[in-house]
């Protein structure tokens, strides 16, 4: 059990500094600033360009949409 602590502990920290670079990039961790998923595009073609944008960040790019959506920030 120690093994999948070690392991949980690990993705968090590497999680929290993605969120850091990201954070002082002011881009979006998910979509890393693009506005759009690069892996949603190899899944199905459709015509429809907005079923192609970010969900964290609603197609922005932008870090702070993305913390809005995600609760991040209060209002």
């Not at 690069?38 to 199905?44: N, R, T, V």
Request: with cysteine.
């Amino acid at each position: 059990m120690g093994l999948f602590k070690m392991i949980k502990r690990w993705q968090e920290a590497m999680y929290k500094r993605k969120l850091v670079k990201a954070r002082a990039k002011g881009i979006c961790p998910d979509c890393r600033g693009f506005g759009y998923d690069p892996l949603m595009l190899q899944d199905h073609f459709t015509l429809n360009a907005k079923d192609f944008d970010c969900v964290g960040c609603k197609g922005t790019g932008s870090y702070t949409e993305w913390a809005k959506n995600n609760g991040h920030i209060r209002k």
